[in-house]
Nanobody
Framework: QVQLVESGGGLVQAGGSLRLSCAAS????????MGWFRQAPGKAREFVSA????????YLADSVKGRFTISRDDAKNTVSLQMSSLKREDTAVYYC??????????????????????WGQGTQVTVSS
């Protein structure tokens, strides 16, 4: 079983950058697709980005394309989300999540929160104007 812990959130001005990291415990990290989701107050949890278990495929929500980049380092059991050109609407709690590799990775499957069985506790990102 993999346990996930996010870090790197904080307060940043619009136009700035942040790098979120998710550290995974457990020996089977490389067997999981990894994703980032976010939830703003009063809103549903939404997909941000995902990366397949073998790093061959990455996925980004339209709202963050060109600004966010996802990567993983299986040697360090980490997945990162580099966020740049941040906007106020990026303000949310960001969650790291894991989905077993048995799930076929597609743009749709990787964007569905219910397809991810393991979740971190979240890290707050606040973008001020």
């Amino acid at each position: 079983q993999v346990q996930l812990v996010e870090s790197g959130g904080g307060l940043v001005q619009a136009g700035g950058s942040l790098r979120l990291s998710c550290a995974a415990s457990g020996r089977s990290f490389s067997s999981y697709h990894m994703g980032w989701f976010r939830q703003a107050p009063g809103k549903a949890r939404e997909f941000v980005s995902a990366i397949s278990w073998n790093s061959l495929d990455t996925y980004l929500a339209d709202s963050v394309k060109g600004r966010f980049t996802i990567s993983r380092d299986d040697a360090k059991n980490t997945v990162s989300l580099q966020m740049s050109s941040l906007k106020r609407e990026d303000t949310a709690v960001y969650y790291c999540a894991a989905s077993p590799r048995l799930l076929p990775a597609t743009a749709h499957s990787m964007s569905v929160p219910d397809n991810f069985q393991l979740w971190g506790q979240g890290t707050q990102v606040t973008v001020s104007s």
